[in-house]
């Protein structure tokens, strides 16, 4: 088999799959699970066989793979049916696929009594095959098609639990707020290819970077800017970041696979194959910067104060998101791309370890975690893997996230003292500055985490038997790279640009010294407020825990508004991050209350003019209507009325008509 071959069929089996499931899964239900599984498994080893001969990708000298042919010439800029598999594209794919696997054979035990996973599984490889296709793309309309797939499939996997009134406002918020930003991307996307000539992204790259051959943009400030509004729904980060905490409604795999390894890592990656635009105009990188920085201070502010396991991982990945954007906006997509890499492996461990503990706690909230004992007794599995899982989101070393973490502060640090051309120094020291504050305060969300959800006191956890062997088998899995990609750092350049990858001194002292402080700090404050935990009861764990794993979370999820309060944050006097934000907790709580000025500023007028228009369209409008029609039903009325069928009746008529007409005609003639 070639390498291009297996490329074609990276994305090609999981979408089959996808088509096979949908077709055969009510009428054969024995082949879903296969359907399900073995084509993303099929898929991810020959990911892996194209990285393997792509031996090191472009920056190791080997030179991308491409492969080309037209779809339609559309008579000024035709559209190319093209991939292009570089090293980026390789490990990227991998990652995916890898990801993409682990959740379908996970989900076969979290969700095996759920009445709709024939469909779930189905979409989850439609979700896979689209990602795929945006990785290996070469054309930007190409691209395009994979990125709104993912769109979709997003509204249905994350609208999974229908039945919750919190799952389906969730997928219709996530549909919306993406193409918000997908409609200035689709716009970019045109402005770039008027500029360039073309879609494919290997000649636009070879257009902007070429030393011989360079043509600059005409508009690369409005370009960068329209593309980056697209980036910013795709990738959650600010101000488009409010649907990624809600969408957590969904299925446990589904929002570890949205968060590792697809829908908002697909934005991050497309900025990383079109940095050489971005890297054009000053201004974009300045606004990518400002919008990086925001990003990580303002969601690592937010998981401090979230309740529910799943929105604080939510929040984790947006202020990780920001880290990448952060590294693009100082012009390294190598490093971009690690952290894209090791925050793909260790964040679908905490998401998939987290199905497990809201299954065997039996409620999302860490309120009521903090007021049971045991848990890590219960789950020895979820329990280790997760607890190297947020030492490596708190870049603590050895781990993954260290190493990936510290690349980014390093080349920000890189740029702030005005070693990267083309970069302001301004926006490296953003970057760099914003790092190191978010550095503190994840490993501050992620202790406490692991401190309420691992370290309660109380009534001891029920034991309602171990997970399923598919589950726990994932979980260590994923804790291999979770715990041991990071060490390649060394060889990870020649996959890339040829940046260095190894951290610096001064940055990894820096973020490993403000890391260790926020679990340190944290660690106080629970122990200060940790025996308030026994004497303040909260509401009842409303779910059971006895039920299957999909069931157990559904449950929870439509209960901890009723036992706890907001689903954001329960009113729970225990909780360190309370004491640590003191009164910015409650803004924090509900992200600032950026979803209250949006539904002030866009949702209210909108819905206002809905009502107007419906108004004038029931009031003005069928009024002219119904008269249109009401006047010719008058008219006839009074012509039916006439029409009696009495012959003596005509005749007295007309006898009447007659000597009307004469006595006119008399006046006339007499010039009355």
């Avoid at 500029?195 to 070879?206: L, M, P, Y």
């Avoid at 949205?258 to 194959?273: D, N, S, Y």
């Avoid at 100082?330 to 998939?352: C, E, P, Q, S, Y």
Wanted: some cysteine; overall charge neutral.
């Amino acid at each position: 088999m070639t390498t291009t071959t297996a490329a074609v069929l990276v994305p090609l089996l999981p979408f089959l799959g996808a088509a096979a499931g949908l077709l055969l899964g009510r009428r054969a239900p024995g082949f879903v699970r296969p359907l399900a599984v073995l084509p993303t498994l099929a898929a991810a080893g020959l990911a892996v066989l194209v990285a393997v001969r792509q031996g090191g990708g472009a920056g190791g000298g080997t030179a991308p793979l491409t492969a080309a042919t037209r779809l339609a010439d559309t008579g000024s800029v035709p559209i190319d049916l093209a991939l292009q598999v570089d090293g980026f594209a390789a490990l990227v794919a991998v990652l995916v696929a890898v990801v993409a696997c682990c959740v379908q054979i996970y989900s076969t035990g979290y969700l095996r009594d759920d009445p709709r996973y024939p469909s779930y599984a189905a979409l989850v490889s439609l979700f896979t095959a689209a990602m795929l296709l945006v990785v290996y793309a070469d054309d930007l309309i190409v691209l395009l098609i994979g990125w709104e797939i993912m769109g979709i499939c997003s509204y249905f996997l994350v609208g999974h639990y229908w039945e919750t009134a919190a799952a389906r406002s969730a997928s219709l918020k996530a549909f919306l707020v993406t193409k918000l930003g997908d409609v200035p991307f689709l716009i970019g996307i045109f402005a770039l290819a008027g500029d360039t000539g073309t879609f494919r992204i290997s000649e636009i790259h070879t257009r902007l970077t070429s030393e011989t051959a360079g043509v600059p943009l005409d508009h690369p400030t409005l370009i960068a800017l329209l593309l980056l509004a697209g980036v910013a729904g795709k990738s959650a980060q600010f101000p488009l970041h409010t649907w990624l905490p809600d969408a957590m409604a969904g299925p446990t795999p589904v929002s570890a696979l949205i968060h590792a390894a697809t829908m908002v890592a697909a934005g991050v990656f497309v900025v990383a194959r079109l940095l050489p635009v971005f890297a054009s105009s000053a201004a974009a990188l300045a606004v990518l910067a400002a919008m990086a920085a925001v990003t990580m201070v303002g969601s690592a502010l937010a998981a401090l104060a979230q309740d529910d396991i799943k929105r604080v991982l939510a929040y984790s990945t947006v202020g990780q998101l920001g880290y990448m954007t952060g590294a693009l906006a100082v012009d390294d997509r190598g490093a971009a791309v690690f952290h894209l890499i090791t925050h793909g492996a260790f964040k679908a461990l905490l998401f998939l370890g987290a199905g497990v503990v809201i299954h065997a706690a039996g409620s999302n909230s860490l309120a009521a975690m903090s007021r049971m004992s045991g848990l890590s007794q219960r789950i020895p599995d979820a329990f280790w893997t997760m607890t190297v899982a947020l030492l490596a989101l708190a870049a603590i070393p050895p781990f993954a996230g260290f190493f990936s973490k510290e690349a980014v502060l390093g080349t920000a640090e890189h740029a702030a003292t005005g070693h990267t051309p083309g970069v302001p120094t301004g926006v490296g020291w953003t970057v760099l500055l914003a790092g190191l504050l978010t550095a503190l305060l994840t490993a501050g969300y992620a202790a406490r985490l692991w401190l309420l959800a691992f370290r309660g006191r109380g009534e001891p956890v029920p034991d309602h038997g171990k997970q399923p062997v598919a589950m726990n088998v994932v979980l260590w899995v994923l804790f291999i790279p979770t715990a041991a990609l990071g060490l390649a750092y060394g060889t990870l350049p020649a996959w890339f640009d040829g940046e260095t990858l190894t951290p610096t001194l001064a940055t990894s002292v820096l973020g490993t010294g403000s890391a260790l402080v926020g679990v340190l700090v944290m660690y106080g404050a629970w122990r200060h407020r940790s025996a308030r935990a026994a004497r303040v009861p909260l509401g009842a764990v409303a779910a059971h825990p006895e039920a299957a794993d999909a069931v157990s979370e559904a449950e929870a999820i439509a209960t901890h508004e009723a036992a706890y309060g907001s689903i954001a944050g329960a009113s729970d006097p225990a909780d360190p991050g309370r004491l640590l934000l003191g009164p910015l907790h409650r803004h924090a709580a509900v992200g600032f209350h950026l979803d209250a000025v949006y539904s002030a500023l866009f949702v209210r007028p909108v819905r206002a003019a809905a009502r107007l228009v419906r108004f004038l369209d029931r009031e003005v409008v069928e009024t002219y209507v119904r008269g249109a029609g009401g006047a010719p039903r008058l008219l006839g009325a009074a012509v039916r009325r006439a029409q009696t069928g009495n012959v003596q009746t005509y005749l007295g008529a007309l006898l009447a008509g007659s000597l009307v007409l004469a006595v006119a005609a008399v006046l006339v003639a007499a010039g009355a």
